[in-house]
């Protein structure tokens, strides 16, 4: 996919960050989309992965920004600061790996998560909004 | 080289999401052997380093972000020279990392380089 053709979400007046906005673009990788690395995302987990935040994702969360990996996965970002908080989303095992960075005290958390119920989901609003609480 | 010399990484399209730039551009790849790509911005302005990356070497940016070599010590990253692949070439090295931790030092690098912001960016850049 070239940027020429990376669709942009703001062009069509949604919020930049909108989930399936985004996922829609994530569809159009093709192989070697970095450069001649990177496959593409299972267009199946992205579609899963859009309906388990439409069913789970709390909307007084903040939206993540969402990225593709170099092997297929999504990569969910928030700029939390002084938190950098994301969540590696395995799109065929529907599971999460959970990394909270504080940058400046180096505080870590890891874990992973189940996102094929709600209880995953949970865990993750409450991180969220604990991190957000500590944002302040 | 110096501590406080621009180390320029290039960013590509993908890798940007409404003027967010993800953390994974900011550790190397599995081909990169644990050394992160840079140009040396003693010996190249970002736009030069820019059309070389994009015209000379056919690989896509969206634009340079810039830590310093001091940014990089901070998290005990060694920048250094590697004029193999072009004169203007310089690594930062994550050698000896593991994954979680070459995860957690580009987060801080990606707050660094965001802090600072683009410093070169193509006319036709969203």
């Known amino acids: ?136 | 080289m110096t501590g406080a010399t621009l180390l320029l990484r290039q960013i590509h399209p993908t890798f940007i999401q409404a003027g967010f730039t993800t953390s994974q551009a900011f550790r190397p790849t599995p081909k990169d052997d644990f050394k992160l790509s840079v140009y040396d911005g003693d010996q190249i302005t970002p736009e030069t380093s820019w059309i070389h990356y994009t015209t000379d070497l056919e690989l896509k940016s969206a634009g340079v972000a810039a830590l310093t070599v001091d940014e990089c010590a901070a998290e005990n990253l060694p920048a250094r020279p590697d004029p193999e692949p072009f004169p203007e070439h310089a690594i930062i090295d994550f050698a000896g990392l593991s994954a979680g931790q070459c995860q957690s030092k580009s987060k801080k690098l990606q707050a660094k380089a965001l802090d600072r912001g683009w410093i070169y960016q193509p006319s036709d850049a969203e």
């Not at chain 1, 053709?5 to 703001?10: G, N």
């Not at chain 1, 939206?63 to 970002?77: I, K, R, S, V």
């Not at chain 1, 994301?86 to 909270?100: F, N, P, T």
């Open chain 1, 1 to 136: 996919m070239s940027s020429e053709t990376f669709l942009k979400s703001e062009a069509v007046g949604l919020d930049p960050l909108d989930v399936g906005a985004r996922i829609e673009e994530l569809k159009q990788l093709q192989p070697g989309w970095l450069d001649g690395e990177g496959v593409p995302l299972p267009h199946a987990g992205l579609e899963w992965l859009r309906a388990a935040f439409d069913q789970f994702y709390s909307s007084d969360l903040p939206l993540p920004y969402l990225f593709p990996t170099l092997t297929g996965d999504a990569l969910a970002e928030w700029s939390l600061k002084p938190w950098s908080p994301s969540l590696e989303i395995d799109l065929v095992q529907h599971r999460g790996k959970w990394h909270a960075l504080n940058l400046e005290t180096d505080e870590e958390k890891t874990e992973e998560i189940d996102l094929t119920d709600i209880r995953g989901w949970d865990w993750l609003g409450a991180q969220l909004r604990t991190i957000a609480g500590r944002t302040g």
